[in-house]
């Protein structure tokens, strides 16, 4: 990234970090940073990365595996998105409008999370071998709020939008959470192929991926305090978003 791609992205990062709602046209600064970013055909994942929030390991000895995220379905992911679509797939500016007003539509004023939550067996790092078996309490019986301004926000709703088993720890990176937000037609990719589901009853890691969406009426939007949290049983897992 150069130097004056980085000025960019700090003074993107703080307008849309402070954009509860979505504007009626997508924010330029994140619009030209994805179109950047869409320079590199495997980089749309920087997209997502200034509102991911990884909030769950495995222990490996010394080394923790990541395995559990956050996503803020933001303005400036959105418009990043758009961008980076823009740049690979060649649209008009008049397309890239027409499909922030549909996410924008979609979204209906909303402040909408997707969360991974994961398990899987213990692993001996030194052998490479997995032992024992995934715990699911903690994915299937959860619950999410909000903390905004210290005040604390029931969900409107909360919904288990997919879920799956896998042979593999590493499915647990890059797995598409946003096809399963709202407007999800404007911001999947031509060639992309889309999440169908599987009849899978094997494998022992386990991938649960909840939408939540929470509804702030007249709350302050400037405050810069909001943190997410999935409270469980066994723990409480922290996703705070810097604003």
């Avoid at 980089?43 to 996503?71: L, N």
């Avoid at 959860?142 to 905004?148: A, I, K, M, N, S």
């Avoid at 007249?218 to 999935?230: D, K």
Wanted: one cysteine or more.
């Amino acid at each position: 990234m150069t130097l004056a791609s980085i000025a960019l992205a700090a003074v993107a990062l703080h307008d849309a970090g402070r954009a509860l709602d979505f504007p009626e046209q997508a924010p330029a600064q994140w619009v030209a940073m994805g179109r950047e970013w869409g320079e590199s055909p495997t980089a749309s994942w920087r997209c997502a990365e200034p509102f991911q929030v990884t909030f769950g390991w495995r222990t490996a000895g010394p080394f923790k595996q990541k395995m559990e995220f956050a996503w803020w379905f933001s303005p400036g992911f959105v418009a990043s998105r758009l961008g980076y679509l823009q740049r690979r797939e060649y649209f008009s500016d008049e397309e890239l409008a027409n499909r922030w007003t549909e996410v924008v539509q979609e979204v209906d004023g909303r402040l909408i999370f997707l969360v991974q939550l994961a398990a899987s067996p213990r692993n001996d790092w030194i052998n490479g071998e997995e032992y024992g078996t995934a715990n699911l309490e903690d994915l299937n019986n959860v619950r999410f709020v909000l903390l905004f301004d210290e005040e604390v926000i029931t969900p409107q709703k909360q919904t288990l939008v997919w879920k799956q088993r896998s042979e593999k720890f590493s499915d647990y990176t890059g797995f598409p959470w946003y096809q399963f937000a709202p407007g999800v037609s404007a911001i999947i990719g031509e060639f992309e192929s889309t999440l169908a589901p599987k009849n899978v009853s094997f494998g022992q890691h386990h991938l649960y991926l909840y939408r939540v969406e929470f509804r702030l009426d007249n709350r302050n939007p400037e405050t810069e305090s909001m943190s997410l949290r999935a409270i469980s049983k066994n723990k409480e897992r922290v996703a705070d978003f810097n604003r």
